[in-house]
């Protein structure tokens, strides 16, 4: 299994970043915990996250990593 880091966060499991790339709830979730923190780097990163995840599903770069998988 091929592992990917987006955001500085490697993620092992393709199919849950995957996924994550696409559900607009689960990013909400994590930068409103993020958020809910009280802590600025923690809500920076969760930002990173989900715009990283969504810039990668946008130019294909997901799409391309699944079909090696």
Same mark, same amino acid.
């Given at each position: 299994m091929l592992a990917i880091n987006l955001g500085g966060i490697? #993620?092992?499991?393709? /199919?849950? /970043?995957y996924a994550f790339a696409s559900d607009m709830n689960a990013q909400f979730r994590l930068i409103k915990d993020a958020f809910?923190?009280?802590e600025e780097q923690k809500f920076e990163?969760?930002?990173?996250t989900v715009l990283d995840a969504r810039d990668s599903l946008r130019r294909? #770069?997901?799409?391309m990593l699944r079909d090696v998988d």
């Open positions: 490697p #993620i092992a499991n393709f /199919e849950k /970043e809910g923190s009280g990163q969760a930002l990173r294909g #770069i997901l799409d």
